[in-house]
């Protein structure tokens, strides 16, 4: 089975503009959750959706959104980018089922704000 | 808000040694998962502990999920090279919801 991916892996942009980010969870997963990594604040929940409706939601501002695709494809945004959000932008999929908290992840989109 | 504590937060060690690091929470957890990520990838999961006293080996790796619901351990026995990278543990900020929350991580490093 393929794991899963994101794309695009590095991405460079400057304060203000805005991005959006596309992860293909693992055939069948139909929860896809992501996560900011940042040296400081280590991996902290963005939001998860599942059923292409967001399930639960980290804390951060609503200039991060994502949305889910009727293929469990999930696109995350954010929009009037500051430097702050330079970070590894990871996607994870797992399972539907109560109980099963394992997360698969890919291997993340560097994202870069100057 | 909830938070894991992970210990050490870097180690050292000579190749072949055995590895030992822990992960401790103020709450409650009815899950523990462990994960390492190498540099400029994801976290890939190692073990997943879901009962109270578990103890669960994948290869050389052994995971225990604490008798008090607030601590897990991870262990490696006979390091190799390859084991170098970020350990994290991590479980559901709220049960019954995809939400993890990690740990700070524990860099392992080894000396050939």
């Known amino acids: 089975k393929a794991g899963v991916t994101q794309t695009p892996r590095y991405l460079i942009k400057t304060r203000g503009q805005q991005v959006t980010l596309s992860c293909s969870p693992i055939s069948g997963h139909r929860s896809v959750s992501w996560y900011q990594q940042t040296p400081g604040q280590g991996l902290q929940f963005l939001f998860e959706y599942f059923s292409e409706t967001q399930r639960n939601k980290g804390n951060f501002p609503g200039r991060f959104s994502g949305r889910q695709f009727s293929n469990s494809r999930s696109e995350m945004n954010v929009s009037t980018l500051e430097l702050g959000d330079s970070a590894l932008y990871l996607c994870?999929?797992?399972?539907?089922?109560?109980?099963?908290?394992?997360?698969?992840f890919g291997p993340g989109t560097r994202l870069t704000v100057t | 808000g909830q938070q894991l504590n992970q210990s050490p937060q870097s180690m050292f060690i000579q190749e072949g040694e055995d590895v030992s690091m822990n992960c401790t929470s103020s709450?409650?957890?009815?899950?523990w998962l462990w994960y390492k990520q190498d540099p400029g990838e994801g976290p890939v999961l190692l073990i997943a502990l879901y009962k109270a006293g578990e103890l669960t080996s994948n290869g050389r790796l052994t995971a225990q999920f604490g008798i008090t619901r607030k601590d897990s351990f991870l262990n490696i026995s006979a390091s190799i090279p390859s084991d170098v990278g970020i350990y994290f543990c991590a479980g559901p900020l709220i049960q019954g919801a995809q939400k993890l929350v990690f740990g700070q991580g524990t860099r392992l490093t080894i000396n050939p």
């Open positions: 994870a999929s797992s399972l539907v089922g109560s109980g099963d908290y394992e997360q698969y």
């Open positions: 709450s409650i957890f009815n899950t």
